[in-house]
């Protein structure tokens, strides 16, 4: 019965890589910000088993500011992303070039 | 880690495949209930690695809160007509992309592999047990060690009420709001 530690930080770190490349390549606007919480998401992982492996209960403390600061996030994000379908009409990222000619 | 093998292995490939799917479906709304179960696979490793008070707050802020806002806003947009937008980028752009994340991938994993893990902290399970268990012990940390920090997070999350009641009130007096509440 047991695991490991390269293997759980592999697993963090593939679902991290995932999330990222979402937020490269995708351009609707909610589906980057579901990336962003899978990076968030991958990055507390990571603290919990270092907290484990390490036996050491900061890395739990981290992630719960992390917790708090990803909801704040997301509120805000979202806000945002009313914000700009109501002046665009569109949540494709294409067509944010107000500052264009 | 002491946790058993089956399990994490499930969870993971779980997570692992919910989030592929959540980068490459169509739909907005199947991308966030995808995200719904990665969040529950998240908390069932944190469970097991015994960070239960980590696992419950990721089922309840998470896969509660966050997730629930996510789908209100996609219903509130209409935006949950499928549009894939990633056939339209350039395919040598996506290809490129997709090699250099599987590079650092390669990269992370064979350093992983290579570090020593050594048991350094006070915080062994059994020490955990014998003073009350993950969550009491959190907590005493919580309101000694990290105070300051812990009433602080009140100011930033009043600040981002504040933040998104402004962001996202309707302006019915401005001209280039007129539109509001129309049909798009």
Redesign the interface.
Known sequence: ???????????S???F??????L?????I??I???I??ML?AV??TF??Y???????TG??A???I??????????G??????L???L?S??T?NISLLRE | ?????IF?YLF?GL??FC??M??FKKN?VT??FN?VL??FA?AS??AL???H??AA??VL??AG??MV??VF??M??K?DEP?F??R??NKF??MS??LT?LG??GY??TT??E?S?Q???????S?IEQNGG?TR??AE??FSQ?IL?FEL?SI??L???V??VA??M?KKNLK??TN?GGK?
């Open positions: 019965m047991y695991v490991e530690p390269w293997l759980v930080l592999s697993f770190a593939i679902i890589l995932i999330g990222l490349f979402g490269v390549v995708r351009r609707n909610l589906v910000l579901m990336c919480e899978l998401n507390n992982l919990v088993t907290s484990t492996i390490l036996q050491d209960l739990q403390m992630v719960f500011f917790i708090t600061v990803a909801a704040a996030e997301s509120a805000v979202l806000g945002l992303v009313i914000a379908f109501r002046t009409r949540v494709d294409k | 880690m002491e946790i058993s093998p994490f993971s997570a692992i989030s592929l959540v980068v907005p991308s966030a995200l990665v969040f998240f490793i944190y690695m015994g960070a008070f980590v707050l990721q802020v998470y809160a966050i806002l996510f806003v996609i509130l947009l935006a549009v937008d990633l339209e980028n752009f996506v992309v997709a994340l650092i991938a992370f994993i992983f592999k570090a893990y048991e350094i902290g006070p915080y062994s399970i020490a993950n012990v959190l940390t919580l990290y920090p997070t930033l999350l600040g981002a009420i933040a998104v962001i996202a309707r280039s709001n509001v798009a």
